[in-house]
């Protein structure tokens, strides 16, 4: 490249020196000009947390010693491989977390590392904005007293003995006057005390799998996460062609998965991202990006597949695998359905045109998903002719409406390319904690002992689903199944460990139902969406200041344990449990029969590692008589492979991996070399490009219907909806398509709160220059963002990485509805996306459509670090 | 190790993630507001009439990729030239460090050095910046950025042989050329990666702060 003192179209290089020291100094923040309290930006509020007082020395780098390394909880719903953080622990109080460094590095065998979330945890357990003592609402009372305020409410500290007194009597009034149907139970941390008093209203669907969870083992791929299709990350390197269909594993799956498909690239893979987003995955990884509009990919797959029918010929150019589809399918052609179906319902005819005049060309899907018809044909060619690929495909095209037949269009590209059960050769989800490494686990931990507990006759079986749930509390009506709707009368919301309110979609209705209702519970660690809008809090404790925790994935197993005494007056939920059976006449111990340390017992004698020689269980721990009398716990000594001592110090353990070591893993092997003699296990033992089963589930929910094949149907709120007349092209008042992502701050709404990860990641609206400069936009505008269902202020973000007429925001920011306006000011996602019921009962959160237009005050819009943290109003602060 | 050490980045591995960033808020206790290491973004791309599809639009010359930095440590420390108090020190290992009882906070260093390595301490009117946790190295331990990389986009070691395994690149867009203070950086391009001083895009991190 020459010198030139300008670019070619005359624009002078920006980032001179002056340039980048001015990016430089944003990043760094000194050139702001300080940032202590008192050294405020104009206008500016006192900073959060960890910075320091005026004339107050930096507390510099702690000195590390005269204390231990001790193994630390991660336990995030994070995606990610689960990592290992090590808490250097003096008197009771963390100086400092690292990540593993048990062990040398290696490709084969690497350290389980921590993400920036991880490095972050002490923000969380430490928080200025934890939860420390029980609350109550001040104008709470029995029955509700002033409803209207949650939210807005000021808040008083009480005693446990207030508080637990207080729930137990609000939830005796309330299931003796209005019965067990009147409680809605949105976590499960309670959930034994609610089965011993007979039980309570919950909530069910499909989350983070999309239409993956009912779809996937129904037509023999697996949902992706308890039963994985692809294989391991070893075979991976295998492949030729790595495609990532709707994944961004850089920000959704933490940890080593980015390392393990590096590897593979090294191995000499090529990779095609098939995405909206040219995300940070394809950054690294990418050969080719093909940018796709939300919710349309089953369009796309069938292009796909049509230029694999017209232009296959078996003699001189073969692109489809007749023979994997003759011998491990049903569905694809007539000579190959299930004994009753109609002979009309096959795959192939469909995708031709002959069963509904509609031939679904190239250009057909190009039409809908954005891919011209000359790369749908390429794509096509491409992956047929690979010689060993790997079809990966996360979750996000699955979390759309009604879009329960895209499963079952992936798997339909995978069996007639026949990239299935061969090295190299995988097709379905990689995503999850189950990226880039499939195939049963070769260690993990042994079950906790707790006996079931004791059988009280149910008096609600009372189930509603996530889309229908504020209504169902609003209206007082749900979907019971297919044709059947009941009654239902909410009067008590119960948060025990999840985050409900701002993770389930229509959240201002949400917020609507929680003000309809008697009484609101949350337990949790800090002042989050659900705690916010309810009446009585109690505070609990993190994993780190609980006894044990074992987790793991594939190929290692962490023992982890408390770091640090329960902080203020926090307790453990089943504590809380405990108290509350007591006081409603239940026996405490149904709750907990087992001791803390039998149930770590118990686990640790349990766990077992798979041998290489012959695949079979051993135990993991060697335990002796002393270890038993030092745990105090009831046990019999057994051999193993690593010591107590080892294992709790080291906190892990790891199984060493290398090529050919016997423990890897290629999913359907068996039954692609014998369908007979190892059938899956669908009704026909194949995989089920016609499924029967899958169409009688989704009309037996109730919402709305699918073919047993994989038929498009336009889903609600996506592209299609983009117009008001998509036939004649006329955009209509919401014409960009918002998807929401796995953002890096968080994992899901957990962490939100964290000062360094609110730096790090400010909650960014993103969109594409052509769509902002046709609405005036630059980066930094601060912008309102309206859906159907809500609107949001954000500040934003151009970036051409985005396909035009696509815009995105990361899910989980707490919600902050400003009363005035109703406009959400944190960018809560569930504001924009709407409760719809459809299909399975999953949520469409990768289908909304929205318009973006700047924001013109009247209150400026601060970016998120600079904001003081969320504290309930009224209690002292820290 | 008195050999002089430095930074090996591998640009096609850096994803962004900010764990090394988080990492070392966490090792030298910073607040929110002050950052050693920073991860810039930089790229560029416009789109176009697809001219398979005139219907549609296409990227052109879409490109990105990830930069880590921190202190470079480097041979000619333009810090340590400015500092008017001497308080700016380095290591027979490279490490370059700031003596806090002589830095008299009047900034001309964080002036002087191209990368923005210095930072200001509002409470204690000093500088500071990255020290390659002198500590650990001391200890035969890595820095906690490259010990924490998750891609193992970031090492630490003796500059020899890292610039004998990965070779001579000290500078990518955005960054300064190496020419101005021959920083103990050796990089491994980015697929996409244009020259510095050369290059076609913007540094695209989302603004810290609003207009």
Known sequence: MADHPERDDGRPFRLDRRGFLKWSAVAGGSALGGLGKGLTLPGGPPLPWDIQEPGEPAPGPPLLEGGEWIPAPCWHNCGGQRCLLLAYVVDGEVLAVKTDDTHPDTAHTPQMRACARGRAQQGQVFAPDRLRYPMKRRNWAPGGGRRELRGEDEWERISWDEALDLTAAELERILARHGNEAVLELGSTLRRLFRGLGGAVTNWGSTSWGTWLDTGPRIGLGDGLSRTSHNDRLDLQNADLIVLWGGNPAWTAQGNAMYYYLQAKRAGAEFLFIDPYYNDSAMVLADEWVPVRPGTDHALALGMAYTLLDEDDPATNPLIDWDFLNRCTVGFDPEHLPPGADPRDNVRDYVLGRRDGTPKTPEWAARISGVSAPRIRRLARRMARARRAALLTAWAPARTHNTDSWPQMFLTLGCMTGHIGEPGRMTGVSCWERTADGGPFLIGAGRSGEPPAPRVPRKTSARINNSELWEAVLEGEYTAREGERREVDIRAIIHDGASALNQVSGLLKGIEAHRAVDFVLTLNFVYNTNARYSDVVLPVTTQWERHSYFKGNRDHLIWARKVVEPQYETRDDIWIAQELARRLGMDPTDIRPLSPEQEEFNRLAGAWVVSPDDRERENLVRITSDDIREMGVQGEPQEGRISVEEFRRKGIHVVPRRPDDGLGHVAFADFRRDPEGHPLSTPSGRFELHCQDIADHVRSVGFTRIDPIPVYRPPAEGYEETFEDFQEGIKGPHPLQLITLHYRRRTHSVFDNVAWLREAFPQEFIMNPVDAEARGLATGDAVLVESRHGTVLRPLFVTPRIMPGVVALGEGAWADIDPRTGVDRAGATNVLNGDRPTGQGHQGWNTCVVEVRPYRGPEPLKADWRQPPRTPKGVAGP | ?211
């Not at chain 2, 440590?73 to 030239?81: G, I, Q, R, S």
């Not at chain 2, 260093?109 to 509002?122: H, I, K, N, R, V």
């Not at chain 2, 190295?137 to 395994?165: F, K, N, Y």
């Open chain 2, 1 to 211: 190790m008195t050999a002089p050490l430095g930074f090996h980045l591998d640009a096609s591995a850096c994803i962004g993630c900010r764990t090394c960033v988080t990492a070392c808020k966490s090792k030298n206790a910073l607040p929110a507001g002050r950052d050693y290491r920073r991860v810039v973004e930089y790229g560029d791309g416009s789109w176009i009439p697809d001219p398979e599809d005139p219907t549609l639009l296409a990227p052109s010359n879409l490109f990105a990729y990830c930069l880590s930095i921190a202190c470079m440590h480097c041979e000619d420390p333009a810090c340590m030239a400015a500092c008017p108090t001497e308080a700016i020190q380095q290591r027979p290992d490279g490490i370059v460090l700031i003596d806090s009882a002589r830095c008299a906070g009047c900034r001309y260093c964080e002036w002087a050095c191209p990368y923005g390595a210095l930072s200001f301490d509002p409470s204690t009117g000093r500088m500071t910046k990255c020290d390659l946790c002198a500590d650990l190295i001391d200890a035969g331990q890595e820095p906690w950025c490259a010990a924490s990389c998750v891609t193992r986009a970031l090492e630490v070691g003796p500059m020899d042989e890292l610039r004998a395994r990965h070779g001579e690149l000290d500078a990518l867009a955005p960054l300064p050329s190496g020419d101005q203070t021959r920083p103990r950086l050796v990089i491994t391009p980015h697929r996409d990666a244009q020259p510095a001083g050369r290059g076609s895009g913007d540094a695209s991190n989302p603004e810290r702060d609003l207009r």
